[in-house]
């Protein structure tokens, strides 16, 4: 069975650009979360969805940031426009129910702004 | 605020020893624990989840939990180069729905097994 998929793999992208990062879950699991990876910070919780609904958003940075579900078989992250500081590996990840079930991350998006 | 407080090594044990990872977090709200482990460049995966006071085995690793003191532990016996990597220690606030679902991570200890 195929893990959680992302696209693109890796991502240069000139600041100011718009960039969408993309995440296809799991099938059948009904929770969906971005994380985001660097160095100075660590790895941190963007956003989560269940049934495809934003539950919690605290942890986007800035409005420059938006996700969405739009069915339950995939989801967007979007940086517009996107900045050096930006820069860092965004991963998806995936759960069947929430509470204590595995989240089964993705290989993750090694994002550029140059 | 959840805070998860990892020492970032590198924590260096020779082969065959046992390896002690340790966590300290701030929320006495959080009722689930997890240990994942990194590999340099790829994602990040589940090794061992704990939700009660005590130990908790699943063959070479042994997860421990102390709400009161809010710690836990990770130990790794008869260490293996191929353990080499970084732990990353996670806790989700409370069980079930809600807002609580993500998890808080650790900025994670790096582990070097010498041969």
């Known amino acids: 069975d195929a893990g959680v998929i992302q696209s693109p793999r890796h991502e240069v992208t000139e600041m100011g650009q718009e960039v969408t990062l993309r995440c296809k879950p799991i099938?059948?699991?009904?929770?969906l979360f971005w994380y985001r990876q660097t160095m100075m910070r660590g790895l941190e919780l963007l956003i989560y969805?269940?049934?495809?609904?934003?539950?919690?958003d605290s942890g986007m940075p800035e409005d420059r940031f938006s996700a969405k579900m739009p069915n339950a078989s995939f989801s967007t992250l979007k940086i517009q426009p996107s900045e050096p500081r930006d820069s860092a590996v965004y991963f998806c990840a995936s759960s069947y129910g929430g509470g204590v079930r595995e989240q089964y991350f993705g290989p993750g998006t090694r994002l550029t702004v140059t | 605020q959840k805070e998860v407080e990892q020492n970032s090594g590198p924590l260096s044990v020779p082969e065959g020893a046992i390896a002690s990872l340790n966590c300290t977090y701030s929320d006495r709200g959080s009722q689930s624990f997890f240990w994942y482990r990194q590999y340099s460049g790829k994602s990040p995966e589940l090794i061992m989840s704990i939700y009660s006071n005590g130990d908790k085995e699943d063959g070479r690793f042994t997860a421990q939990l102390n709400k009161a003191s809010q710690y836990v532990s990770l130990l790794i016996r008869d260490s293996q180069p191929s353990d080499s990597a970084t732990y990353l220690c996670?806790?989700?606030?409370?069980?079930?729905?809600?807002?609580?679902?993500?998890?808080?991570f650790g900025k994670g200890t790096h582990l070097i097994i010498q041969p």
């Open positions: 969805f269940n049934n495809n609904v934003p539950i919690d």
């Open positions: 099938s059948g699991h009904d929770y």
């Open positions: 996670a806790v989700k606030g409370r069980l079930g729905g809600g807002g609580a679902d993500g998890l808080t």
